[in-house]
């Protein structure tokens, strides 16, 4: 790795919000670099480095899919038609509705007006 040794913080830098001009921030000293650098919520690599690391060994225990998605998603593309379209059955959609998949449409049905209920008849 390739290490620069700043001797002169006198620099513009486009990174940081905040623009004096348009070629970037003005920063006149080390000090006022690293208050910039705090204030725009910015970390040090190693930091951040060390952060991925964390966060790949969790990502990687999470990877891959359950029993159940694997049958459904084979299940689904068994009914796809020769353009690729499938017509999902209810049992599918309420299945993806409970794994979160999509949202509910149908919990906010009984807030609209009488004439789009289900259940019907005059009144």
């Known amino acids: 790795m390739v290490y ?4 002169e913080y006198s620099h513009y830098n486009k990174a940081l919000p905040n623009w004096h001009s348009p070629k970037g921030r003005y920063i006149s000293s080390k000090k ?18 060390e ?5 790949e ?5 999470n990877r891959g899919y359950s029993k159940d998605t694997i049958q459904f998603l084979e299940s689904v ?17 309420k299945f993806m509705i409970d794994n979160g998949a999509i949202k509910d449409r149908d ?7 009488s004439h789009y209920q289900e259940s019907g008849g005059f009144s």
């Open 4 to 7: 620069i040794i700043v001797k």
């Open 32 to 49: 006022q670099y690293y208050d910039e650098v705090r204030q725009a919520g910015l970390i040090p690599y190693e930091q951040a480095e």
């Open 51 to 55: 952060i991925r690391r964390d966060n």
């Open 57 to 61: 060994e969790i990502a990687k225990k």
């Open 77 to 93: 593309s068994s009914k796809a038609d020769k353009k690729g379209k499938v017509r999902l059955s209810d049992k599918e959609v």
């Open 107 to 113: 919990k906010f049905s009984k807030y609209l007006p």
